[in-house]
Nanobody
């Protein structure tokens, strides 16, 4: 069973920075796209950013200019650099990948376990 393993969450003051990373636990045939979603208490899960294997990135309007997504296609990893953090960025952040493992002929959505990001004012 393939898993997405996240790291890098934590507590930071407003205006600070954090970097989230996510890696697939096993070798994968194809992954496209990879990205990050977040869910704040009492709210629905929302897209933060996604990136294709070709490097095309898509961002939520609320994070444009502050967050940068990147990926390493060889290592099957995706990272999210978060700068100028605001209290409203506080949420559980989930890594996402749409991928086909070597052991399967089908594409499926995979989610990480989530990592907490808390921004204090």
């Amino acid at each position: 069973q393939v898993q997405l393993v996240e790291s890098g969450g934590g507590l930071v003051q407003a205006g600070g920075s954090l970097r989230l990373s996510c890696a697939a636990s096993r070798s994968i045939a194809s992954i496209n796209p990879m990205g990050w979603y977040r869910q704040a208490p009492g709210k629905q899960r929302e897209l933060v950013a996604t990136i294709t294997s070709g490097g095309d990135a898509n961002y939520a309007d609320s994070v444009k200019g502050r967050f940068t997504i990147s990926r390493d296609n060889f290592k099957n990893t995706v990272s999210l650099q978060m700068n100028s953090l605001k209290p409203e960025d506080t949420a559980v952040y989930y890594c996402y990948a749409y991928m086909r493992p070597w052991s399967s002929s089908t594409w499926e959505s995979y989610w990480g376990q989530g990592t907490q990001v808390t921004v204090s004012s």
